[in-house]
């Protein structure tokens, strides 16, 4: 472990930005922590707090200047390797024929990720199980980011990443970690290049008392989880539960908005469309963040294949907890809460899963 | 939808406010494209030479609101081979549809009007779809220009235009907008309403008014309205959030209805 002075992360930013990265951190726009191109030091939200809970987020301000004291705002990871929409594929036709060929990436800069949090780092790892071996534009991007993480030292309240296994202290995928303490920041190195960072900006290594600051910070962390959630027996407890009366009760309630699958940063469905211009000379190809909860999303071979908002309810939280699990190998859930504080309605999924747990094997009954 | 190459195309308006009539003349950098794709026959918003039927494409613009427009609109109909509606007006009867089901037009148009001996309308304001077949319905409150050129352009080249469902939320979130509902209590009619308009009121931080009309069936615009109850609207004022520009579309008459039962 190693030690930088709180300027050493402003000397990062400009480093990393220096040798041609498109630095993304966080920053405060519209009431919110968000991820965007950030220059130095004084982007970062010094002194803000969150208060997180069901369908809300609030902002406080504090005049103590720490800049980490806070969760994460709706972005993840997933906004910058995976972006919202994406053109693919450019056709020309002109006099010499027709032209067909990969669109050109809007910014070819590599990215570093800045103040990326355990749960963050792990669904970047669920992605690359998704994309990596089919994706050549989300390969080219992970492959050249730099992802730099920073340790929790204050969970939200709708946070539940020990109980997923994802957190809260950073432990992989990382080529620097950081822990803010009240004179710098503790970093740890995880690859290469984060070695070669840590070179360049002269860390030096970090004291006992310094080591033993970042173990109490993460032990702590770990205890100030806002939500629990029981995963055992999982993916069968979903399976076995599909006709389950929860999930009826779940759609009166959801509005099947697409927020919660926005803010996941693991989600990964997209759909492909084409647009061409008037002219009809240029079309392009791209593709966008789309939703299980969207009709047009389940439509196939002429109909929309799940209707009500119990069966796509149940689609999403059946892939995210469980098939996810027969599909690649891991949950699909690292925990992060996004989608219990940016339901606008404030639907929690730990709660529907406890509550289909504590009725395990319940059906619906229909009375005429 | 396959239409032969430069097309003859008409617009015509009903009862409504130009906006959306304005929104083709202000297309600026797709203008001259426009041009050359499409043969503008019949437009008494851009010219006076107004030359008659049959048209590829036409375009309607407002509600039917008055007897005349009854028979107006089956005659375009009749000389129609594509008839899009575009607009909250033609597609959801429009602002005017608030006197639908009052039982009070007369008191209204004794309100509204200095001379209403003048005044010869139908009770009700109607979707142009409740009076003719419309092969696409465009919403909005003006409609958006990339949504309209996006269908000319898929016309053109032969492919169905694509016209999304889904609600509001999803284009908020691809492009980054903080939601109003979640992060400043603020009632929003977004996860209910059809995108289209990217996002634009909640992206300038306030929520939005549905002027795009419902989203997706099934819809649940009345847990919507139950939520803005518990950020402190009182049930007549969050079904009146719901009876605004789209308010006659069934799925936000319904919800309002049923919120106001709360308040009773």
Same mark, same amino acid.
């Given at each position: 472990?190693?030690?930088?002075?709180?300027?050493?992360?402003?000397?990062?930013?400009?480093?990393?930005?220096?040798?041609?990265?498109?630095?993304?951190?966080?920053?405060?726009?519209?009431?919110?922590?968000?991820?965007?191109?950030?220059?130095?030091?004084?982007?970062?939200?010094?002194?803000?707090?969150?208060?997180?809970?069901?369908?809300?987020?609030?902002?406080?301000?504090?005049?103590?200047?720490?800049?980490?004291?806070?969760?994460?705002?709706?972005?993840?990871?997933?906004?910058?390797?995976?972006?919202?929409?994406?053109?693919?594929?450019?056709?020309?036709?002109?006099?010499?024929?027709?032209?067909?060929?990969?669109?050109?990436?809007?910014?070819?800069?590599?990215?570093?990720?800045?103040?990326?949090?355990?749960?963050?780092?792990?669904?970047?790892?669920?992605?690359?199980?998704?994309?990596?071996?089919?994706?050549?534009?989300?390969?080219?991007?992970?492959?050249?980011?730099?992802?730099?993480?920073?340790?929790?030292?204050?969970?939200?309240?709708?946070?539940?990443?020990?109980?997923?296994?994802?957190?809260?202290?950073?432990?992989?995928?990382?080529?620097?970690?950081?822990?803010?303490?009240?004179?710098?920041?503790?970093?740890?190195?995880?690859?290469?290049?984060?070695?070669?960072?840590?070179?360049?900006?002269?860390?030096? &290594?970090?004291?006992? !008392?310094?080591?033993? *600051?970042?173990? =109490? /910070?993460?032990?702590?962390?770990?205890?100030?989880?806002? #939500? +629990?959630?029981?995963?055992?027996?999982?993916?069968?407890?979903?399976?076995?539960?599909?006709?389950?009366?929860?999930?009826?009760?779940?759609?009166?309630?959801?509005?099947?908005?697409?927020?919660?699958?926005?803010?996941?940063?693991?989600?990964?469905?997209?759909?492909?469309?084409?647009?061409?211009?008037?002219?009809?000379?240029?079309?392009?190809?791209?593709?966008?963040?789309?939703?299980?909860?969207?009709?047009?999303?389940?439509?196939?071979?002429?109909?929309?294949?799940?209707?009500?908002?119990?069966?796509?309810?149940?689609?999403?939280?059946?892939?995210?907890?469980?098939?996810?699990?027969?599909?690649?190998?891991?949950?699909?859930?690292?925990?992060?809460?996004?989608?219990?504080?940016?339901? &606008?309605?404030?639907? !929690?999924?730990?709660? *529907?899963?406890? =509550? /289909?747990?504590?009725?395990?094997?319940?059906?619906?009954? #229909? +009375?005429? | 939808?396959?239409?032969?190459?430069?097309?003859?195309?008409?617009?015509?308006?009903?009862?409504?406010?130009?906006?959306?009539?304005?929104?083709?003349?202000?297309?600026?950098?797709?203008?001259?494209?426009?041009?050359?794709?499409?043969?503008?026959?019949?437009?008494?918003?851009?010219?006076?030479?107004?030359?008659?039927?049959?048209?590829?494409?036409?375009?309607?613009?407002?509600?039917?609101?008055?007897?005349?427009?009854?028979?107006?609109?089956?005659?375009?109909?009749?000389?129609?081979?594509?008839?899009?509606?575009?607009?909250?007006?033609?597609?959801?009867?429009?602002?005017?549809?608030?006197?639908?089901?009052?039982?009070?037009?007369?008191?209204?148009?004794?309100?509204?009007?200095?001379?209403?001996?003048?005044?010869?309308?139908?009770?009700?304001?109607?979707?142009?779809?409740?009076?003719?077949?419309?092969?696409?319905?465009?919403?909005?409150?003006?409609?958006?220009?990339?949504?309209?050129?996006?269908?000319?352009?898929?016309?053109?080249?032969?492919?169905?235009?694509?016209?999304?469902?889904?609600?509001?939320?999803?284009?908020?979130?691809?492009?980054?907008?903080?939601?109003?509902?979640?992060?400043?209590?603020?009632?929003?009619?977004?996860?209910?309403?059809?995108?289209?308009?990217?996002?634009?009121?909640?992206?300038?931080?306030?929520?939005?008014?549905?002027?795009?009309?419902?989203?997706?069936?099934?819809?649940?615009?009345?847990?919507?309205?139950?939520?803005?109850?518990?950020?402190?609207?009182?049930?007549?004022?969050?079904?009146?959030?719901?009876?605004?520009?789209?308010?006659?579309?069934?799925?936000?008459?319904?919800?309002?209805?049923?919120?106001?039962?709360?308040?009773?």
């Amino acid at each position: 472990m190693w030690h930088i002075e709180r300027e050493g992360l402003g000397r990062l930013i400009r480093l990393l930005a220096d040798r041609g990265y498109r630095v993304i951190g966080p920053t405060v726009r519209d009431d919110a922590i968000v991820l965007e191109e950030i220059e130095g030091l004084e982007d970062l939200p010094a002194g803000v707090r969150e208060v997180q809970g069901p369908g809300s987020y609030r902002l406080e301000r504090s005049n103590d200047g720490r800049l980490f004291d806070w969760a994460h705002g709706p972005d993840a990871g997933k906004r910058f390797l995976f972006p919202p929409r994406e053109r693919l594929t450019e056709i020309r036709r002109d006099r010499e024929g027709m032209r067909v060929g990969p669109a050109p990436e809007e910014d070819d800069r590599p990215l570093a990720l800045l103040g990326l949090r355990s749960c963050d780092l792990h669904a970047i790892a669920v992605q690359d199980r998704v994309f990596m071996g089919l994706d050549e534009r989300y390969r080219r991007r992970r492959e050249r980011a730099v992802l730099i993480g920073v340790n929790c030292a204050v969970p939200g309240g709708t946070c539940f990443c020990v109980s997923m296994g994802t957190g809260p202290r950073c432990t992989s995928g990382f080529d620097l970690a950081l822990t803010e303490l009240a004179d710098g920041f503790a970093l740890e190195v995880g690859s290469r290049v984060g070695q070669e960072l840590r070179d360049a900006l002269g860390a030096r &290594p970090a004291s006992e !008392d310094e080591r033993a *600051e970042v173990d =109490a /910070i993460a032990t702590a962390a770990a205890e100030r989880m806002g #939500r +629990t959630l029981d995963v055992s027996d999982m993916p069968t407890l979903l399976y076995r539960n599909r006709e389950h009366p929860r999930w009826r009760e779940v759609a009166e309630r959801c509005l099947a908005c697409t927020n919660c699958t926005m803010v996941c940063p693991t989600c990964f469905c997209h759909d492909v469309v084409d647009d061409v211009s008037l002219s009809g000379d240029v079309a392009t190809r791209s593709r966008e963040w789309a939703s299980c909860f969207s009709a047009e999303y389940s439509w196939a071979a002429g109909v929309v294949v799940r209707e009500s908002h119990a069966a796509r309810y149940r689609q999403w939280l059946t892939h995210k907890f469980a098939s996810w699990i027969d599909q690649f190998g891991v949950s699909g859930c690292v925990g992060c809460g996004r989608c219990i504080t940016w339901c &606008p309605v404030g639907i !929690d999924v730990t709660e *529907e899963i406890a =509550a /289909i747990r504590a009725t395990d094997g319940a059906v619906e009954v #229909r +009375t005429a | 939808m396959n239409v032969r190459s430069r097309p003859r195309v008409a617009v015509f308006k009903m009862a409504s406010c130009d906006g959306c009539q304005l929104q083709i003349l202000d297309a600026e950098d797709a203008l001259l494209e426009l041009a050359g794709a499409i043969e503008i026959v019949n437009f008494a918003e851009a010219s006076s030479d107004l030359r008659p039927g049959p048209y590829d494409i036409t375009l309607v613009e407002g509600s039917v609101s008055t007897p005349e427009q009854e028979a107006q609109i089956r005659e375009i109909r009749e000389a129609s081979r594509i008839l899009i509606t575009i607009g909250a007006c033609a597609t959801a009867g429009g602002i005017q549809a608030l006197r639908n089901a009052t039982g009070r037009l007369e008191e209204f148009v004794r309100t509204v009007y200095p001379t209403p001996e003048y005044v010869r309308t139908l009770e009700d304001s109607h979707p142009v779809a409740d009076h003719v077949p419309v092969d696409l319905e465009l919403t909005g409150c003006p409609i958006d220009r990339g949504e309209l050129l996006h269908a000319l352009a898929s016309l053109l080249a032969g492919a169905k235009p694509r016209v999304s469902t889904s609600p509001v939320c999803l284009e908020c979130k691809r492009r980054g907008a903080v939601c109003v509902v979640v992060a400043k209590g603020e009632p929003c009619l977004g996860p209910v309403t059809r995108t289209g308009c990217g996002a634009i009121c909640p992206r300038f931080g306030r929520g939005c008014y549905g002027c795009f009309g419902p989203a997706q069936a099934p819809g649940n615009a009345e847990a919507l309205g139950r939520r803005f109850i518990e950020l402190g609207l009182r049930p007549k004022e969050a079904a009146d959030r719901f009876r605004f520009i789209t308010g006659w579309a069934p799925a936000f008459r319904e919800a309002a209805a049923r919120l106001e039962e709360v308040e009773r």
